[in-house]
């Protein structure tokens, strides 16, 4: 951060009287704004910065969620095989798997918010011209496989940066509570965005469905626009590209526990994406419904996940990430088993939504322990790592296609149950530093790093004074 320089003022930036009462929280309307009660659950919606994010963020990942699930069914009916889901996931887990931390670079070392605003606008862009497709009837399949791997593509930009600056939003100790609630918004759009979808289908058609993603991108790239203009480069003095690119891998080597919890992320994407990805085929072929079957079925995974996300935003002051891990992913695995067992389509909304609940706790508890390990300069970088994890899905979904079109979803899911199991079961009885990891709740602090950084910059601090207020909330770290 800069240096205040405020003309005559006495070194430090101003007399001790004046620095006594800006020390107070009295005297700065974000910090009387966190005087009032919003709940432990909910208390990172305190900070203003955090609130803007949050509503960017659900703007983006409505129209996310809804596209993924509108791509799939358009996908499926104009095909009428499984294998074509696979070949969308294919094209867009590839560049999403190599743009990823080259995204995570540019991160690090740019403004997060031009960054997130320039793509999102690009998005809205793409996302125009397929809905145009649709609405003159002339979209086909390789559209649709065209689509993929741009949105990919952009999605590999925006989320390291959207993902490393939510440390940045809220004091140290708000830090689980904010990744939980970031998640939680994210699964509460999988709530509302698969049965929106679903629903709006059968009465509007595709292409309307899309006309409203468009709009939804659109309100997101607007709303960026009110994230802080300062604190948003971590890597103010960045070497040439190519070495940033590869010191974000260089410290995710020199700091085991971290890689330890990288290879854990793998675990979701690689097994239950296959269960979102073969939706549709449950929809028409098992349960023998259309877009509102698709959209219930959906659902109900982010009604689990919200359960989860809200259980994970009120566990900021248990230590033992490790074990949460464990009981989240044994819970999802699970339930996702017991899905492909149901023969009742309550009982498999019912299994759906216990699969949610233990894949969120399992995440949300992953992305805290990693994003308090991390320094501002690198998370760009080794948040976009993990983002790699989401290029591994074609691994999980093109064997669970193939197996579906052949043997049939619910024993091709069975087989991926029993995997996650397996790989779970023995990834913590060899990864003992991860099954045993232990991180305390930061003391309390009065400012966010975006705050501190725009305090700085306006002279109302000076760097040292932040960077005090700041150390108060320094994180205990894992062990």
């Known amino acids: ?14 007399d001790p009287d004046q620095r006594s009462a800006r020390r107070s929280p009295a005297w700065n309307p974000l910090i009387r704004l966190r005087g009032r009660s919003f709940g432990g659950t909910f208390t990172s919606l305190q900070e203003p910065e955090y609130a803007w994010y949050t509503a960017g963020s659900f703007s983006f990942f409505m129209a996310m969620s809804m596209q993924l699930l509108l791509r799939n069914f358009l996908a499926f009916d104009l095909t009428d095989s499984a294998v074509s889901l696979a070949v969308i996931a294919i094209a867009g887990g590839v560049v999403l798997l190599v743009l990823a931390p ?72 708000k830090l689980t509570n904010a990744v939980s609630l970031q998640m939680g918004g994210n699964t ?27 709009v939804m991108f659109a309100v997101a790239a607007i709303t960026d626009t009110r994230l802080p203009r300062y604190g948003m480069v971590a890597n103010e003095e960045p070497k040439e590209f190519v070495k940033d690119f590869i010191d974000g891998f260089g410290y995710i080597r020199q700091h085991g526990t971290i890689g330890l919890l990288l290879v854990a992320s793998l675990m979701m994407p690689l097994f239950a994406f296959p269960v979102q990805q073969m939706l549709p085929v449950f929809a028409k072929d098992v349960f023998g419904g259309g877009g509102a079957t698709l959209g219930l079925l959906a659902a109900m995974v982010g009604v689990g996940g919200l359960v989860g996300a809200l259980i994970s935003a009120n566990m900021d002051s248990q230590p033992r990430k490790g074990r949460l891990m464990m009981i989240g992913g044994a819970t999802m695995a699970t339930f996702m088993l017991a899905f492909t067992l149901s023969p009742w389509f309550i009982l498999a909304l019912v299994m759906l939504a216990g699969m949610g609940t233990g894949q969120m706790v399992y995440q949300a508890t992953n992305n805290t ?36 079109d052949y043997i049939g979803p619910r024993f091709a899911l069975g087989m991926a149950a029993v995997g996650l199991m397996l790989s779970l079961t023995t990834y913590f009885a060899l990864a003992g530093r991860v099954r045993n990891l232990r991180i305390e709740q930061a003391t309390e602090s009065r400012l966010s790093e975006i705050q501190a950084a725009g305090l700085v910059a306006e002279g109302k ?19």
């Open 188 to 214: 509460l759009t999988q709530i509302i965005a698969p049965a929106l979808a679903g629903i709006l289908i059968a009465p509007l058609g595709t292409g309307v469905v899309f006309a409203v993603t468009t």
């Open 461 to 479: 601090l000076t760097r040292e004074e932040a960077e005090q207020m700041l150390s108060e909330g320094a994180s205990a770290g894992g062990s």
């Open 1 to 14: 951060m800069p240096e205040a320089h405020n003309g005559a003022m006495p070194p430090g930036g101003c």
């Open 102 to 173: 080259i995204g995570g670079t540019f991160a690090d070392r740019l403004n997060k918010r031009t960054v997130l605003v320039t793509c999102e606008v690009l998005t809205t862009l793409l996302s125009l011209w397929i809905t145009v497709m649709i609405l003159t009837d002339l979209v086909r399949f390789w559209h649709l496989v065209l689509v993929s791997p741009i949105l990919a593509g952009l999605f590999a930009f925006i989320m390291p940066a959207r993902q490393a600056l939510v440390p940045s939003l809220v004091p140290q100790h």
């Open 369 to 404: 322990a990693i994003q308090t390990m991390l320094t501002s300069e690198v998370r760009g970088r080794v948040m976009s790592v993990m983002m790699m994890s989401f290029g591994v899905m074609p691994l999980g979904v093109v064997p669970v296609a193939l197996a579906t």
